[in-house]
């Protein structure tokens, strides 16, 4: 009999409330200054990036590591803009529209980002990377 193997692997993937899906809807359907890469839902600022779940990234990449559903880490921060209803962030090379905002502290992690770092730009400390 052939042996069997398996591998288990977590993938981080999450499901898109019917909230995050309306308000996504909306977020693609506004015009913005440039280039957008993705937009993302249930985001919090952390460490200088925006840490959320992913969608309609324009480069989701060989492995599909930015494809729909998957959490992702920005780079560092280098601006934030809010462009008609939603927040843009603008990182080194991409460009991200916050669909959501994480429930318990999304919006208050922005504010206090904004707060914090205003118009300067930031990097993010080596023992948070």
Not at 67 to 89: C, H, M, N, P, Y
Not at 93 to 109: C, H, L
Request: overall charge positive; charged content about 25%.
């Amino acid at each position: 009999m052939a042996d069997i193997n398996t591998v288990a692997v977590d993938l981080h993937v999450k499901r898109y409330s019917d909230f995050d899906l309306l308000r996504i809807a909306k977020a693609v359907s506004q015009d913005y200054e440039g280039l957008i890469t993705a937009y993302l839902v249930n985001v919090h600022i952390h460490a200088c990036s925006a840490v959320g779940v992913v969608f309609s990234h324009i480069c989701p990449g060989p492995y599909q590591r930015f494809a729909d559903g998957r959490l992702i880490r920005t780079s560092d921060i280098q601006s934030v803009k809010k462009e008609g209803r939603f927040w843009v962030i603008t990182t080194v090379n991409s460009k991200y529209v916050i669909a959501t905002f994480r429930r318990d502290a999304g919006r208050r992690s922005l504010r206090e980002f904004i707060r914090i770092a205003g118009d300067r730009y930031f990097r993010t400390p080596r023992r948070f990377q």
